[in-house]
């Protein structure tokens, strides 16, 4: 079946340092993918998406690029900021489905 | 707009207990899924509800149910709680047909004693 792999956290950085967390998957046929960001408290909200080969997602200084060849959707940003700790999951869904499965999430803790 | 709002957000329930968690969609939604996430876990789908009926199941047993009423909210009903059933229980809203705009609410935290 589906399923989602992601780097274990937590990933621990300064702030303005550049942030990569690894997200690779395994689906049949042509996913969409899915970056969800999870803060303190609170249920979970779409970052981005992408729903086909050599696609970019991008929001809030977030990115991610459908790379079919290796399987992945690393989440990329340039300079984090102590707001952006948070729990982060990737996810995909297969083409026919309305149902994401997730990754195990990655934990993000940013200090000033 | 209110976004998809859970109660309550945080239940303490003993073994054998039963358990019903409540959830409002999004306003214009007409979908609600259920979500269990264990700590430390990615969300795993329960099911999902559509013109108050059960569409999608995962890979949950029978304790596990569920209601769509006529004005889209939902509950999700446990039986019989066991402790590996501690978790943050997350509503999502969503429209059928429109696969991306899945919101999620802030999830109800069960604690199996």
């Known amino acids: 079946g589906d399923s989602v792999t992601q780097m274990e956290g937590p990933v621990t950085l300064s702030e303005e340092a550049f942030l990569t967390i690894n997200c690779t998957y395994t689906?049949?046929?042509?996913?969409?993918l899915f970056w969800y960001v999870q803060y303190p408290g609170e249920g979970l909200q779409l970052l981005l998406k992408?729903?086909?080969?050599?696609d970019k997602g991008s929001n809030k200084g977030f990115e991610a690029t459908y790379r079919k060849e290796t399987t992945s959707f690393h989440l990329e940003k340039g300079s984090v900021q102590v707001s952006d700790s948070a729990v982060y999951f990737c996810a995909l869904r297969g083409g026919g489905s309305y149902i994401p499965t997730f990754g195990r999430g990655t934990s993000l803790i940013v200090h000033p | 707009d209110a976004g998809v709002t859970q109660s309550p957000t945080h239940l303490i329930k003993t073994r054998g207990q039963q358990v019903t968690l409540r959830c409002s969609p999004k306003s214009g939604h007409d979908t609600v899924s259920w979500y269990q996430q264990a700590l430390g876990q990615g969300p795993q789908f329960i099911f999902q509800?559509?013109?108050?009926?059960?569409?999608q199941r995962g890979n949950f047993p029978d304790r596990f149910s569920g209601h769509q009423f006529p004005n889209y909210s939902s509950e999700l009903n446990v039986n019989a709680l066991l402790l590996g059933d501690s978790a943050l229980y997350l509503c999502?809203?969503?429209?059928?047909?429109?696969?991306?705009?899945?919101?999620f609410g802030p999830g109800t935290r069960l604690l199996v004693l």
């Open positions: 992408a729903t086909k080969a050599d």
């Open positions: 509800y559509y013109e108050e009926e059960e569409r």
């Open positions: 689906a049949t046929g042509y996913p969409s």
């Open positions: 999502a809203s969503s429209l059928v047909g429109v696969k991306e705009t899945q919101y």
